[in-house]
């Protein structure tokens, strides 16, 4: 994992994809490690890169910035650059899937001690959506139940446009982020959250650090 310290950070940039028939997890693994060396270490404003993998043998970047503005230049960067390149080869390119999500809580930094994230994506249900009810909620879900969780390392709510949100948790390992996630059927706050989404909207999956 590549990290630097700059302080509070606004954006978490989540892009998911599948490689290429025929080429190899090693290949992929090694490219992505070339891109982030030579490539996004570089960027200014750009703290945080884990390369990551799931269990149905998909790949994901996560990518956390000072500022939108400093993920967009790194982003509209992106093309130019031969490790770029070289790794965007092994893709499948209708299978990239990229957002770039507000972090809505202050004082955010880069995780310690984690090797699995929880991505999810939500609508609100709009007849009874609330930012800042959502916020409330989300606070309380952090207190109430993740406290309970030596293995949390950080949650926080993302916005990705005026319909989109998102929930993203850093967990200590893959076997608790599923645990944690499960318990919330079970906990009354977080069925607060879980009943202003439309639960036909929710894309959510469990990953685990490769890189």
Avoid at 78 to 103: G, V, W, Y
Avoid at 162 to 179: P, Q
Wanted: glycine share 6%.
């Amino acid at each position: 994992m590549f990290k630097k310290d700059l302080g509070s950070l606004k954006t978490m940039g989540f892009a998911r994809y599948e490689k290429r028939d025929g080429v190899e997890t090693a290949e992929i693994i090694e490219a992505a490690l070339n891109w982030r060396h030579d490539f996004l270490s570089t960027q200014e404003g750009i703290a945080m890169h884990c390369f990551l993998g799931n269990d149905k043998g998909h790949f994901a970047d996560a990518i956390m910035a000072r500022d939108h503005q400093s993920f967009m230049a790194m982003c509209e960067a992106h093309p130019q650059a031969k490790s770029s390149q070289e790794f965007m080869a092994l893709l499948k390119p209708d299978s990239i899937r990229l957002t770039a999500n507000t972090i809505l809580k202050e004082n955010v930094t880069v995780p310690t001690n984690f090797s699995s994230i929880e991505f999810g994506t939500f609508s609100p249900k709009p007849e009874v959506f609330d930012e800042g009810k959502m916020l409330e909620i989300s606070n309380r879900i952090e207190e109430n139940y993740l406290n309970q969780f030596t293995e949390a390392r950080a949650h926080f709510m993302g916005k990705i446009d005026d319909t989109t949100y998102s929930e993203i948790a850093f967990v200590e390992n893959l076997g608790m982020a599923r645990r944690i996630c499960n318990g919330y059927v079970q906990d009354d706050t977080c069925l607060e959250l879980l009943d202003i989404f439309d639960p036909e909207s929710v894309d959510l999956d469990f990953w685990f650090k490769l890189a």
